[in-house]
Structures are given as C-alpha cells and as structure tokens.
C-alpha cells in the first residue's frame, strides 16, 4: 500500500533553517510528481512546492520563493523540503503530497500524516 | 495570482443535502479536486476531475463544476461527514487551494 512518512520537523528560531524529509513506498516513486502542502495551526491548506517526476522541473509558492527548495533522490524514494530563512508564519504542518497520473493528473491521492515545523524565539 | 472562494462554515441537519461552493474566475476550465479532512487528520481526496470519486467514497459524495462555480454535494448527510472541505486546482504550474468550508452535521 501507498505510504508516505516525513520526518525532520521541530523547533526552530526565526532565521534558521530545516530540511523536511518525506519517504515514500508502495509505489514506483520515480512515476510521480511530488508536492508539499502545509497548514498552519488552525487554517487551510497552502500549496508550498512540487517536484516533476525526474527531478526537471520544480515550482513554488509565491509565499516561500527563495526561501525553500524542493528536490528528490529516486533512488532512495525521498522528496526533500529545505527550509531557509524561517519566519514565524512558517510555522505549520508541513504534508508530502503524491500527484496522481493519468485521470488522476489533476489530484493529490495520497498524503503523507504531516510533521511539525515551528518557528519560534 | 488566481484564487478559489469557500464559505468559512456550513451547517446541516442529518439527512439533509449539503452543497459546498467553490468559486473563481471561469473555474469551469479547470479541473477542480475536492478533499475531506477530518480533525487531527490528514486531508483524504475525495472528488477529482471535476465529479469523480475515488474507489472508498460513498455514492452520496458527488462534484459538479459550471461556470464560475464548482460544488460539492453531499446527500444523505451523515454526523461522519463532519469535517473540512477544501477545493483545489491549477493555475499554471501552480496549486490553488479553497480556504476550505467546515461542515457541521447536527
């Protein structure tokens, strides 16, 4: 079955930086987009980055460009969130995503149960 | 940069049908998902391309998207349908998410 972990989460002072980890298994990894959503302690959803299946082209929000890299081993199965220069507003639950293919383009069919990143003095 | 507009809350009687709203400019030319998150959960997809369910969802789940406006229609509503619903689609190479809509079954 489809599963999707990440890791690398915690605290962290404003400034600072994390690397968010997300594995993947149960699926041919390197057939699929990947993405990271996050949510903010109490709010909606917020689309952050994605990553094409071969690591070729990767996208982001207008919010965190500059500030956040995306990018993936396909060896290993990982998509890989670096988190630089940290605002509070950063803080939330921070989800890998699978994009779907074919009829399932359009969608995100599997998530990840999110990790915490909390930005805090 | 494009967005999708959801009423904050919602609020239903069991049995009754609930319609969530999505709306954007000319939302019909895209493909618009719908996912149920349920507290202290991770969202679930729960609609894609536009009225597809995913094998697992019940029949009483259904989408439609015309116009400016795609919805969500949950008939038969259940206290189990209690959750968040979140809208989605693309603009470009990009993701836009709804705010999202509580549901209230009570």
């Known amino acids: 079955q489809v599963q999707l972990v990440e890791s690398g989460g915690g605290v962290v002072q404003p400034g600072g930086s994390l690397r968010l980890s997300c594995g993947a298994s149960g699926f041919t990894f390197s057939s699929h987009s990947m993405h990271w959503v996050r949510q903010a302690p109490g709010k909606g959803l917020d689309w952050v980055a994605g990553i094409l299946y071969d690591g070729k082209k990767k996208d982001y929000a207008d919010s965190v460009k500059g500030r956040v890299s995306i990018s993936r081993d396909n060896y290993s199965n990982r998509v890989y969130l670096q988190l630089n220069s940290l605002r509070p507003e950063d803080t939330a639950v921070y989800y890998c995503?699978?994009?779907?293919?074919?009829?399932?383009?359009?969608?995100?069919?599997?998530w990840g149960q999110g990790i915490l990143v909390t930005v805090s003095s | 940069s494009y967005e999708l507009t959801q009423p904050p809350s919602l609020s239903v009687s069991p049995g009754q049908t609930a319609t969530i709203p999505c709306s954007g400019d000319n939302l019909d030319d895209k493909y618009v998902c719908w996912y149920q998150q349920r507290p202290g959960q991770s969202p679930v997809l729960l609609i894609y391309y536009d009225s597809k369910r995913p094998s697992g969802f019940p029949e009483r789940f259904s989408g439609s998207n015309s116009g400016n406006t795609a919805t969500l229609t949950i008939s038969g509503t259940q206290t189990l349908d209690e959750a968040d619903y979140y809208c989605?689609?693309?603009?470009?190479?990009?993701?836009?998410f709804g705010a999202g809509t509580r549901l209230t079954v009570l």
């Open positions: 995503a699978r994009r779907g293919f074919g009829v399932l383009l359009e969608a995100f069919d599997y």
């Open positions: 989605q689609a693309w603009d470009s190479s990009t993701v836009v």
